[in-house]
């Protein structure tokens, strides 16, 4: 993960949206949907949108169980809290997702105009928020949404990656 600066703002926000003392809080149903999309064989990364201190949605990953390479734990969960809103537009939400977003999850968070994301541990091989690219502060983008690093989250978010695919493997060599 590149630590360098950039033109965003990663550790302030807007109070009204989240704050960093409920990152938490947040990113425990975030790591819930994650546990719970492992449950039914998917790599196991949750996500949750807020919105004035309280979920609107929240989605795990379901790109096996659904064959749908969009599947993304962030695109289903936007999908949602645009659903339970009634509007496209989430410029006073806030997403939460257990693994740092990749390109495409990162452009839909732009899409939608969210406000902030925060994500509770790097992905090298894919992150695009600030691992491989560095889309949420790419000036050609036509909206900005601060994000955060929730540290705390990483070695919770990690074990529950590292023992999915142990047992992954352990099935395959099993059959
Ligand atoms: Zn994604």
Redesign the pocket.
Known sequence: MKDRPHSGAPFADPTSIARPSDDERFMRQALEEGRLAGDHGDVPIGAAIVRDGTVVARAGNRREVDADPTA?A??LAIREAARVLGRWRLSDSALYVTVE??A??TGAAVLARVALVVFGAPDEKAGAVRSVAELLDATWMNHHPRWRYYAPAREEVERLLSEFFSTQRKNRSAD
């Open positions: 993304h962030e695109v977003p990749c495409m999850c």
